[in-house]
């Protein structure tokens, strides 16, 4: 039978989501008891002197090598420069005497290279010291961080033995490397001393050489000067003729090719005089046809502006009178809409008095209609009371349903007549009446009850039969009046915004189509006015008084017509306040009757 494994135990899982828990259980603990194996004591430590001694003797061996090779380094330099400077104060003395160029170019290259040489073993020389400062650093810590524990592990001991070593073993490896590059310096030095003293050697030599070649030819040129004098004065007596009839001949040539040159520029300047006389003819000429032809043009623009002024002075009448018959306008829609207005608040007042008048009579007669029936309801309730007595001649109060029905369907009919405020309060009132009466009729319906069957006390109940016939026609006229309320009064509301939307499209339509035809007047003004400018521009000055005055003309039409824009504006703003004024009134008005109805 194989055994069936299990996944692992998810015990948060198996929490969550409220199962059984699942996977392997916990394992079973082995029998008997657990013992702890004691761990042996370890004897303190103690850190080894010997070998701190030791590390300190071969830091110290290493400081004094480095500083050996730093002594060793500067005397090598010192010579290399005292050989640099004499070599120099050589050649400097030599530099007179007939030395080759190319035995100084070698001197300076070998001169150059060692040099360079010096600066790679300067540079090594530092990179060695640095590194060997910077291992002194980390022996000089390990130093003291051996000093400073009380208690070392003798397998860090090991360790650092052994990193202090290696690192011994890579100083003395530096500082072998460094004995061997010295070294091969110092030999390379040597042979660089050696080639350079040989070529001053060499240069000496040379010198020296040149010296006495020098004395011999001077020796030979005081020979030779005694036995050329003579043949020197007599190259230069031919040499002083020949002299002198070169500069005959150039003297000759130079006076006909001057001679030649002024004719040529006296030929060449008679040309240009001949060919200025004409340039200046043809230009006077230019001139007359010019001057000629600008007077005729100049008299034919003044023709063309005159018939321009006449013509603006025309256009200027129109616009005026155009501008007086808009004025008139304007002030004759100003006073209509002012007229308009007026009448509109005087029927506004007289139809809220009317209304008024007639809500507090239909409130009069709805609470003469409450009095009534609470005197018939009193009545009732005494006959009630002297039949509880026993009195037999009981006296039954009378009461008109009829002509309560006729005034409950008039109050009904006349409810368009009323504002919302008084429909309110009709339909609060009559509500009141209702409830007062059907709570009267309750209480007269358990006393009757009491009394039993009689004559009397059916013809009560018969008047109270009536009562419900009386109850049912209040709560119609209560429904038509709470239709009106609930529902036609929105609607009317609604209907009389749209309207006053209507209206005020209409009016911003017209307002807008004015002013694009005041916009098109002003653009036709500028475009005229600017062609002036440019005819005015073109003719010259002659027409400037006239120009001046028609500008003054044309700034009054922009005036005028900026003061019309700005009245077209005002009442388009004044307007709009109003119309804006009203809706939001009227809104209040319908927001806050919706509040009173819910």
């Known amino acids: 039978m194989s055994r069936r494994t299990r996944g692992a135990r998810d015990t948060a899982k198996d929490i969550i989501l409220g199962l059984a828990p699942s996977g392997q259980g916990p394992k079973a603990p082995k029998e008997g008891h657990a013992i702890t194996p004691k761990t042996p004591e370890r004897p303190p430590r103690t850190g080894d002197d010997g070998a701190l001694i030791r590390l300190q003797s071969q830091l110290a061996q290493m400081q004094q090598q480095n500083r050996d090779l730093a002594t060793a380094e500067k005397a090598a330099r010192k010579r290399l420069e005292q050989n640099q400077d004499a070599l120099t104060r050589r050649l400097q003395n030599n530099e007179s005497s007939g030395v080759q160029s190319r035995d100084f170019d070698d001197v300076r290259r070998q001169m150059n290279g060692m040099d360079a040489k010096l600066m790679i073993m300067n540079n090594d020389i530092a990179g060695l010291r640095t590194s060997m400062d910077r291992q002194v ?103 002083n003729d020949k002299i002198n009839l070169i500069t005959a001949e150039v003297t000759r040539k130079m006076t006909e090719n001057q001679q030649k040159t002024k004719d040529d520029l006296t030929s060449r300047i008679a040309v240009l005089e001949n060919m200025i006389r004409a340039q200046s003819e043809r230009i006077v000429t230019n001139e007359n046809e010019m001057r000629h032809s600008y007077e005729a043009k100049l008299a034919d623009l003044t023709g063309q502006l005159e018939v321009a002024m006449k013509q603006i002075t ?45 809500e507090k009579g239909l409130l009069a007669k709805m609470t003469d209609i409450e009095e009534r029936v609470n005197n018939y309801v009193g009545g009732m309730n005494k006959s009630i009371d002297e039949m509880k007595n026993g009195k037999n001649n009981v006296q039954m109060p009378a009461l008109d349903t009829d002509a309560l029905r006729r005034e409950m369907e008039a109050i009904a009919a006349d409810k368009n007549k009323l504002s919302m405020e008084g429909l309110l309060k009709l339909e609060e009132k009559m509500s009141r009446v209702q409830q007062g009466f059907y709570h009267d009729r309750k209480e007269m319906n358990t006393r009757l009850t009491d009394l039993g069957d009689g004559e009397h006390v059916n013809k009560i109940r018969a008047q109270l039969n009536k009562m419900d016939a009386l109850q049912e026609d209040m709560e119609k006229a209560q429904d038509r009046i709470r239709d009106k309320v609930e529902r036609q009064i929105p609607q009317d509301l609604n209907e009389l915004s749209a309207k006053a939307d209507n209206i005020k499209h209409q009016l911003n339509t017209r307002i807008d189509n004015e002013e694009e035809e005041r916009y098109l007047a002003i653009k036709e003004l500028q475009e005229a006015f600017t062609t002036l400018q440019q005819s005015q521009y073109s003719g010259g000055k002659t027409a400037a008084s006239s120009d001046q005055q028609m500008k003054r003309d044309v700034d009054e039409c922009k005036i005028a017509i900026k003061k019309l824009a700005e009245s077209v504006t005002t009442v388009k703003n004044v307007l709009d306040k109003k119309i804006t004024d009203e809706t939001k009134r009227r809104e209040d008005d319908v927001s806050s009757l919706r509040r009173q109805i819910n």
Do not use: C, Y
């Open 137 to 239: 650093t980390d022996l000089m810590h390990i130093n003291s961080e051996m000093k400073s524990r009380p208690v070392v592990d003798p397998s860090k001991i090991s360790n650092a033995t052994s990193q202090l070593d290696s690192k011994l073993r890579d100083m003395h490896n530096q500082v072998m490397d460094l004995q061997k590059n010295l070294s091969r310096e110092q030999r390379d030095r040597e042979k660089d001393s050696k080639t350079a003293g040989d070529g001053i050697q060499r240069l000496q030599d040379m010198i020296r050489q040149q010296d006495l070649a020098r004395q011999d030819i001077m020796a030979n040129l005081s020979k030779k000067g005694d036995v050329d004098k003579e043949k020197l004065n007599e190259e230069t007596r031919r040499l």
């Open 314 to 358: 025309s256009e200027k009448a129109k616009q005026k009178e155009r501008f007086q018959k808009v004025n008139e306008a304007l002030a004759a829609l100003e006073h209509h809409l002012e007229l308009g207005n007026n009448k509109i608040d005087k029927l506004m007042n007289s139809e809220i008095q009317a209304r008024k008048l007639h």
